[in-house]
């Protein structure tokens, strides 16, 4: 008799961690456009949210242990040599980086959101669709702010040499709860990939919300939604033809978006030289100069101080403070904030979770191409920026094995 209680006092606990670990990750989410939000003016809510993540990392180390995952699971010996590696570097060196916590926090957390217990994972998607509406009001706010009001809160305006700008008028750009422009199309842009994956919205719902977020991603006129949107139309284009055509025009769009993003194209005399996007003048063809931007430099100013410091990290906060800026690149922002060792790891870990699934992707992803369109987008904007501490980027990795499962699910039903 005693034993059965036990049992049930187990049984009773054990659905109070898991609520509590659903509570925390919706919190996570909900809070994360807000955060970005609030952060510059309330130094309090950098607090609440690391306390937050905190938190869901021991939460969900307590249910993965329960389910006793841990022993042969190949993502949580890879998180456990990061952490051995920051201890190693703290100890011998005395180098702490905050940002390398984050991220191996973010990595843990999504893992075991995406792929570590059933029943949370069910509410993944939910979750990151949650996330995306919040951001789209963002941009919702942010329209109507520059429509009707004096205010800019949720919009910034630009210097008129701003990257395919029309090169004389400023540029307006809405960036809704987060920094930039580009950070609410990463946040909108997972929420659109996971949109058939909720259990939310059905029909007519499904629908509203399906136009919501494609309009709020339009308006933030971010490269990166440029991408997705450039990528569907490939996929669309040629989703008759062979899987190598296919690979061949998806790695052309890739290298046009890496170069374009890299050198920036203008004709002579609408812009100024040098300024943040123009840095330096490359060659001239007739009236249109081929110069090298933001991302390019820093592309230089991260080979610089990495060759610098080949073996021990250089330190991101040396680096913001010798270049005025960050390395906008993902490899080699884990280089310069964890050292080789670390990135080497974290993008084995990437590497790993594409292999895993790459051979389904095909025929998994096929109901689904706007999955298959934000996480090949999420791929190549690594080379400009970096997602070791994104939420939205881990999301749409580990939400490939979510499509899988539920694929081979299907195919279950049907042999049946």
């Known amino acids: 008799m005693n034993l059965k209680i036990e049992g049930i006092n187990f049984s009773m606990s054990n659905l109070i961690i898991k609520n509590l670990a659903k509570i925390n990750l919706y919190l996570i989410f909900m809070a994360l456009p807000i955060y970005y939000f609030s952060r510059d003016f309330l130094p309090l809510a950098s607090y609440i949210f690391i306390f937050l993540l905190l938190s869901a990392c021991f939460i969900c180390f307590y249910i993965n242990v329960q389910k006793d995952i841990l022993g042969l699971n190949i993502f949580f010996v890879m998180e456990c040599l990061i952490f051995l590696n920051v201890l190693v570097f703290f100890y011998f060196i005395n180098y702490f980086e905050r940002a390398l916590i984050i991220s191996l926090s973010v990595m843990y957390v999504s893992r075991s959101l995406f792929i570590s217990n059933t029943e949370i994972s069910s509410h993944a998607p939910n979750i990151v669709i949650v996330s995306g509406l919040i951001g789209s009001l963002g941009i919702m706010l942010g329209l109507y702010e520059l429509l009707f009001t004096e205010t800019n809160f949720f919009y910034q305006t630009t210097s008129f040499d701003y990257p395919y700008s029309d090169g004389m008028n400023q540029t307006i750009l809405i960036n809704g709860f987060f920094p930039s422009a580009n950070g609410s199309a990463y946040c909108i842009g997972a929420s659109l990939a996971f949109i058939n994956m909720q259990k939310i919205f059905y029909g007519y719902a499904k629908k509203l919300i399906y136009g919501l977020l494609i309009f709020c991603l339009v308006v933030t006129k971010a490269k990166f939604a440029a991408l997705v949107f450039a990528a569907l139309l490939v996929l669309y284009c040629f989703k008759k033809s062979t899987e190598i055509r296919l690979y061949v025009m998806l790695l052309c ?96 870990y990437i590497v790993l979770i594409l292999i895993r699934n790459f051979s389904k992707i095909p025929s998994s992803i096929r109901g689904n191409k706007i999955y298959l369109s934000v996480l090949f987008s999420f791929l190549v904007e690594t080379i400009n920026w970096n997602f070791a501490n994104n939420f939205y980027f881990w999301g749409i990795l580990f939400g490939l094995f979510i499509i899988n499962i539920e694929k081979e699910e299907e195919l279950k039903k049907i042999s049946i």
């Open 253 to 348: 769009l890739a290298a046009s978006y890496i170069f374009f993003s890299h050198i920036v194209l203008a004709p002579s005399g609408t812009y100024i030289l040098p300024s943040v996007h123009f840095r330096e003048l490359l060659f001239s063809i007739g009236d249109l100069d081929f110069i090298l931007g933001n991302y390019g430099i820093h592309k230089i100013f991260s080979f610089q101080a990495i060759s610098s410091n080949l073996f021990f990290p250089f330190g991101l906060e040396s680096f913001e403070k010798i270049y005025e800026g960050r390395p906008h690149f993902m490899l080699g922002s884990l280089i310069i904030t964890g050292g080789m060792s670390i990135a080497l790891i974290i993008t084995t």
